[in-house]
C-alpha cells in the first residue's frame, strides 16, 4: 500500500520503505536551504487554519501585511543579520505583533532580503513597519524605496500566493547556494522562523492502493498543468509536465507527488476514486 497525506491546504503522496534503518544525523549549523527545510515549512503552512488569521485568541481583530525587506548591502557575517532581524522583531512586537512568519532568501548579488507576514493590532498602519526595518537597517544602507507591504485583506489569496513562493527548491535563484555572501557559506542561520499564535490542523493520512496512486498522481499532474496555464506561468507548465518522468522504472513506480490544493477538492477526488472502485482506506 503507498501513503497519501491530506493537509487543509495540500497534499503529498509516496511510497514508505520496506525497512527504515536510517540513523537521524546530528543537527548542526545550518547552511542555507535543504530539502528537509523546504519541506518543513510547507508542511506547516499547509496546516494552517486560515478562519482564525484576521483574530486573537480572545477574539480581538487583526491586520496581516506581506512584507519584503531589503538592504543594499550585504552583512558581514550571518550573526550580523540575525542579530538585525531580532532588533526588527523587537520593534514589532513592541508594537503588538500577535503572530509572524518569515523566510531568508539571496539576490543574485548575494545580499540577503527577508519575506515575511505579520499579524498586528489594527490601529498600527501598513507604513510603520517599513519604517522600523529602515531604522534598524540604516547602516546596511537600507531605504524606504526598496521595501514593500501589502495588506492581506484575502486569507486564501495569501495562501495561494504562499503556494507559489514556497514551491521554489533550493535549486530556485534566490536559495541557491552559490548566492549565499561567502562569509556566511558555513553557516546562515536559520532560514525560516515563526512566532506567536497559529492554529493548525493535523494532515489526515489514507493507505491507498498501488493503482490508486498512479491514477492520483496522474490527477495532480493533470490539475496542475491547468492550474500553470491559467496563471500564465510557462516555467511550471514544464516542471508540470514533467514531474512524473523518469528514465528509470523503478524510480518512476515509487516518486511521489506533493501539491498545494485545498481539502474540499481534494476530498472529492479521493471520492471520485473510491466510487471507481479504488482502494483508499482511512
Not at 73 to 92: E, I, K, V
Request: glycine share 8%.
Amino acid at each position: 500500500m503507498r501513503t497519501l497525506k491530506l493537509y487543509r491546504h495540500g497534499i503529498t503522496m509516496g511510497t514508505p520503505p520496506a525497512k527504515n534503518d536510517h540513523l537521524r544525523a546530528k543537527r548542526g549549523a545550518v547552511a542555507g536551504w535543504s530539502e528537509s527545510a523546504t519541506r518543513r515549512m510547507i508542511q506547516f503552512l499547509r496546516s494552517v487554519d486560515e478562519a482564525q488569521l484576521s483574530e486573537t485568541a480572545d477574539g480581538l481583530p487583526l491586520r496581516g501585511y506581506a512584507v519584503t525587506l531589503t538592504l543594499r548591502a550585504c552583512p558581514p557575517t550571518s550573526g550580523d543579520w540575525h542579530r538585525l532581524r531580532n532588533a526588527y522583531m523587537d520593534r514589532l512586537r513592541r508594537l503588538g505583533l500577535y503572530r509572524s512568519h518569515w523566510v531568508t532568501e539571496w539576490q543574485r548579488r548575494g545580499v540577503p532580503h527577508l519575506h515575511g507576514a505579520f499579524w498586528l493590532p489594527q490601529s498600527v498602519p501598513r507604513g510603520e513597519l517599513l519604517l522600523h526595518w529602515v531604522a534598524v537597517a540604516a547602516e546596511f544602507g537600507a531605504s524606504l524605496r526598496g521595501q514593500y507591504a501589502l495588506e492581506i485583506t484575502d486569507s486564501i489569496g495569501w495562501f495561494k500566493y504562499l503556494s507559489k513562493h514556497s514551491a521554489r527548491g533550493i535549486q530556485h535563484y534566490q536559495r541557491h547556494p552559490e548566492n549565499i555572501p561567502p562569509a556566511w557559506k558555513k553557516k546562515t542561520g536559520r532560514v525560516w522562523g515563526k512566532t506567536g499564535d497559529w492554529a493548525t490542523t493535523d494532515p489526515v493520512e489514507f493507505d491507498i492502493s498501488s493503482e490508486a496512486y498512479y491514477r492520483l498522481r496522474r490527477i495532480l499532474r493533470n490539475w496542475r498543468i491547468a492550474d500553470a496555464r491559467t496563471a500564465g506561468n510557462s516555467w511550471r507548465i514544464k516542471s508540470a509536465r514533467g514531474m512524473l518522468k523518469s528514465h528509470r522504472r523503478d524510480l518512476s513506480d515509487v516518486r511521489g507527488a506533493s501539491e498545494w490544493l485545498e481539502m474540499g477538492p481534494a476530498l472529492a477526488v479521493l471520492d471520485y476514486l473510491k466510487a471507481q472502485g479504488f482502494d483508499i482506506s482511512c
